[in-house]
């Protein structure tokens, strides 16, 4: 079965910091992972996604992912954060396309002026 | 515009009535999702339907029900047998043949008085 851990529940980072969101996956087979933003009170948005083409993948908002294998890792970096990027992030697997999508338990994110 | 739309955005509930949360969309999409999301707690499966008239259940399945009568429809019911159904519910779906990312609907937030 596969599932994803989500390193922190809240990060807090100054407006211009760079932001690392962790996020370690298990899954037996090649997996599909996700990112998603959340705020408050609205559904969930797709900030990027890895399908094994490029490792590195670049999402909307100035987000981008690396996908390790050897670490088992998807980790969301934005070189400098905004005040508008404060919200709640979650990683998400599913093994392929048929199958149902895992979430983890979420990070929120606060940015400082 | 195509998307997902849920209905109502807040709804209140008595203790032993039971509640229907509407899910439209008309995004062509095949499976339809249902969640709960509670704080710190990430998303949680409650049903998923991958064809009109098939159902299956999620991880939290008790106390909850659903139809798929139109592709385009997933209602979700909160029966009374559900303990503690105050919570933030979020609607999904995804083309089958597509690249296995869910898009969300806005969310329903029940409350139960």
């Known amino acids: 079965a596969q599932s994803v851990t989500q390193l922190g529940s809240h990060v807090s980072v100054s407006e211009g910091a760079l932001v690392l969101l962790r996020c370690n996956y298990s899954s037996s087979v090649p997996p599909y992972l996700f990112w998603y933003v959340q705020y408050p009170n609205q559904g969930l948005q797709l900030l990027l996604k890895y399908t094994s083409a490029a490792t590195l993948v670049k999402g909307i908002n100035g987000f981008e992912a690396e996908f390790k294998k050897s670490e088992t890792s998807f980790h969301l970096t934005k070189p400098s954060a905004h005040m508008s990027d404060a919200a709640e992030y979650f990683c998400a697997v599913t093994p392929g396309r048929d199958n149902d999508m895992r979430f983890g338990a979420g990070t929120r994110l606060t940015v400082k002026p | 515009d195509g998307g997902i739309t849920q209905s109502p955005k807040y709804l209140f509930r008595k203790e032993g009535q039971n509640v229907t949360l509407s899910c439209e969309q008309n995004?062509?999409?095949?499976?339809m999702y249902w969640y709960r999301q509670d704080p710190g707690q990430g998303l949680r499966l409650i049903y998923y339907?991958?064809?009109?008239?098939?159902?299956q259940k999620g991880d939290i399945a008790e106390g909850y029900s659903v139809s798929r009568e139109k592709k385009e429809s997933f209602p979700l019911t909160v029966t009374s047998a559900q303990k503690n159904p105050t919570a933030f519910y979020l609607c999904?779906?995804?083309?089958?043949?597509?690249?296995?990312?869910?898009?969300f609907g806005p969310g329903t937030r029940l409350t139960v008085l």
């Open positions: 995004l062509n999409h095949d499976a």
């Open positions: 339907s991958q064809i009109v008239n098939d159902f």
């Open positions: 999904a779906s995804r083309r089958l043949a597509g690249g296995a990312e869910q898009f």
